[in-house]
């Protein structure tokens, strides 16, 4: 049971409930940030927009979120958890209904700047929640389960929005998810009790000197390459996975949701998998083998020709399965890398550093991909893969450097 220590009062939360609404509102989160990547072929198509230009769109949220996370920090690990999580959620369903009702390409690139502000940093709150609630020999598995919502996004978000969004526009989908957010909203706002036990140790400190405090630990330092390192091996190649699917391989864009159904099927079950794996084997350890292992995927998706779409759906279904199994005991080592009165603000940042890495990667890779002449086909995917190994081979040893700290 999960209880506010600082009051007598505190209403008990069991903790799988509290990792239930973690996960729906990483879920919202998730689906949010992941729904642009399988919609690009129709934006492209629908706006009349470059490679280029997408990548700006997506690396909007991200660039955004980061300057969110950062001046977060300053200021996050002041408030009870809970009714902090509830503003910032507010934000981000405002700013997702923004995203459903932009006419243009111009007033979209800016309702997702207005996303990313607030979704950034919801990211970094639910992992403070984790590592401040759940215990350190548990607290891989209960990543595992909230990053699941990644899964399960890819299973059910995915699928229905591509369907919403052929069948209907692409305006549907950022619909859906609004309804989604508010229902969320309601149940985060009635069922999370207050989150004050990082506050029973801290002392007020002027924000200037907590950021300094974070900057100067070597171990915090070691935590952001690990972050670095690992979204440039991934959002790199992640954003023009669709586009790719659909010039080069051959996919109507409808067939898309099929990539994020199996993905996700599969994915649903590893990532909590490798949860439990590293906290019984040791994180390090887990995340060593699965990063070695995701080179051959990223290699493969990244060089792909045009075959039977049943060899596709294998190559790109343990692309999702390698790259989570990597990306759970990393969160779970990060996470942990830090002292509790800290963890809000360190996290904050950390998020702040993630996106901002998840849009350097999206606008590089968008710099090297282009169109081939008079072709709809993209060329040069080629390289982001060999950039994207080059960092995941980089990430396993920054890894080597981090230490546990609670």
Not at 72 to 77: H, V, Y
Not at 117 to 132: E, H, M, P, R
Not at 174 to 203: D, I, K, Q, S
Not at 321 to 342: C, D, H, K, Q
């Amino acid at each position: 049971m999960l209880q506010n220590s600082s009051t007598a009062a505190a209403v008990p939360l069991r903790e799988s409930w509290l990792l239930f609404i973690l996960a729906a509102i990483q879920f919202t989160h998730i689906m949010d940030f992941v729904i642009m990547m399988p919609l690009g072929p129709q934006l492209m198509r629908v706006f009349q927009i470059s490679p280029r230009e997408f990548g700006f769109l997506v690396s909007a949220y991200t660039f955004s979120a980061a300057i969110s996370g950062f001046l977060s920090a300053f200021f996050i690990d002041r408030f009870d958890r809970k009714y902090a999580l509830l503003a910032l959620y507010l934000g981000f369903t405002l700013g997702t209904l923004a995203c459903a009702l932009a006419p243009t390409f111009g007033f979209l690139l800016v309702a997702r700047v207005l996303a990313g502000a607030f979704g950034g940093v919801l990211g970094a709150l639910v992992l403070s929640i984790i590592g401040d609630s759940i215990p350190e020999e548990r607290r891989g598995a209960a990543t595992g389960k909230v990053m699941a919502a990644f899964s399960i996004a890819s299973i059910g978000g995915i699928p229905i929005g591509l369907y919403l969004a052929s069948h209907a526009s692409w305006h549907a989908p950022f619909y859906l998810l609004t309804g989604l957010c508010v229902l969320v909203l309601f149940m985060a706002w009635r069922m999370l009790p207050n989150m004050r036990e990082h506050l029973v140790h801290h002392f007020p400190q002027h924000p200037g000197k907590v950021i300094m405090t974070i900057f100067t630990s070597a171990n915090c330092l070691w935590a952001f390459a690990l972050m670095v390192t690992l979204s440039l091996a991934g959002f790199t190649v992640v954003p023009f996975l669709s586009p790719y699917m659909v010039a080069n391989v051959g996919f109507e864009e409808a067939e898309l949701s099929y990539i994020y159904l199996f993905g996700g099927l599969a994915t649903v079950v590893t990532s909590q998998l490798a949860g439990k794996l590293a906290d019984r084997f040791g994180k390090k350890r887990v995340f060593m083998i699965a990063a070695l292992f995701s080179v051959i995927p990223i290699l493969i998706v990244t060089n792909l020709p045009q075959v039977p779409h049943w060899q596709a759906f294998v190559m790109t279904t343990l692309f999702f399965i390698v790259f989570g199994a990597r990306f759970v005991p990393a969160m779970s080592l990060i996470t942990s890398s830090v002292e509790p009165r800290l963890r809000g603000s360190f996290m904050s940042v950390n998020s702040s550093v993630q996106q901002l890495a998840s849009g350097l990667a999206a606008f590089l890779a968008g710099l090297i991909i282009t169109n081939a002449p008079g072709q709809d086909d993209l060329i040069g995917f080629w390289k982001v893969g060999l950039i994207a190994t080059f960092f995941t081979i980089v990430s396993m040893w920054v890894v080597t450097k981090l230490k546990k700290v609670s």
